[in-house]
């Protein structure tokens, strides 16, 4: 972008209303900003074919994104952005950029919090206590040194539960694109040992981003291949799991139980069997959120338009044909 275009002061659209700090904070580095929300200035959707940069998350098709002649950044406050990678999108010269690292703590605190209700039987102590049931039974707790956590995926969030379980006593594997040795992981693996990993797991912790070769990777063949009396968590994102094949392995006793956080259709249907299993904790994709979230994706934000006006690469910018 010209040191010329830059003067002219950039419209920015947020998806919802702008802060006045949020404003404050901008100006001192893009003073000349202009600030575009929907509701105030127009719909959200017409919005979009005039400014320079969008700030948070559409709810409508990235198809519309694609088609402004003037939007040449969106940064969005997730990490998955599996849902803009149809044609039109990928194939626009807008430069999408997402929240990745914002998340890491807080999705492996929240896996992490499955992994110890499951470990302790918790799901069945509530389970007993809608019906005033008093049933202390030591079979449906499992120790936790000396376990293997299987990570399916070791990025910001698979790094930062590797470091939990570690302090847990357990052992780590996991695999990722780039096998070298990571701490705090004991191994690390290729995708290409999915099956070992699985094989080996007391605790399978899947953060895998959704992609073309991550689609319903997981389907009732992995799911045999584990221990009966292993536990499969998902904080990554549904559809890398063929969710009917996960309900056969859980009804099927394949695998003892399972942490979701995500689903392959969301909001979860009524009718999902998955509701109904006393083996399984669901919270709605909450995984990601904290009482700080807004901040820190604001942080990113800010960092990003400081570098967008000098020209400097972007923190988080994805590579929108592998998808991450």
Request: proline residues 6%; aromatic residues 6%.
């Amino acid at each position: 972008m010209s040191a010329n275009r830059a003067n002219e002061g950039l419209k920015l659209l947020k998806t919802a209303k702008w802060h006045e700090w949020q404003k404050q904070a901008i100006l001192e580095v893009a003073e000349n900003s202009v600030f575009l929300e929907p509701d105030t200035h127009g719909k959200l959707e017409d919005l979009v074919l005039e400014a320079d940069i969008l700030f948070g998350s559409p709810d409508f098709s990235p198809a519309i994104l694609a088609k402004s002649k003037t939007l040449k950044l969106v940064h969005v406050g997730s990490t998955g952005v599996d849902r803009y990678m149809i044609p039109e999108f990928q194939q626009s010269d807008i430069i999408l950029v997402n929240s990745r690292g914002v998340h890491g703590a807080t999705v492996a605190d929240h896996a992490m919090a499955m992994l110890l209700a499951l470990s302790r039987g918790l799901h069945d102590a509530w389970e007993h206590r809608h019906h005033k049931k008093w049933e202390p039974r030591a079979q449906s707790i499992v120790n936790l040194p000396g376990k293997t956590a299987g990570l399916l995926g070791l990025g910001a969030i698979g790094t930062e539960v590797a470091a939990r379980c570690k302090a847990f006593g357990m052992r780590v594997i996991g695999i990722r694109r780039d096998p070298r040795p990571s701490e705090p992981a004991d191994l690390v693996l290729p995708p290409s040992n999915l099956d070992r990993v699985l094989e080996e797991s007391d605790f399978a912790v899947c953060s895998l981003p959704l992609t073309g070769e991550t689609r319903h990777l997981l389907t009732i063949r992995e799911f045999s291949l584990m221990k009966p009396t292993a536990f499969f968590i998902n904080v990554g994102r549904g559809a890398v799991v063929k969710e009917q094949d996960l309900i056969a392995a859980l009804s099927q006793g394949l695998i003892k139980g399972a942490g979701l956080d995500v689903f392959e259709e969301e909001p979860l249907p009524e009718d999902s069997p998955l509701w109904d299993m006393p083996n399984v904790i669901i919270t709605p994709h909450t995984a990601g959120i904290d009482e700080d979230h807004a901040k820190k994706t604001f942080d990113i934000f800010l960092q990003n338009l400081a570098r967008f006006r000098q020209g400097l690469p972007l923190i988080n910018q994805v590579d929108k044909e592998k998808g991450y």
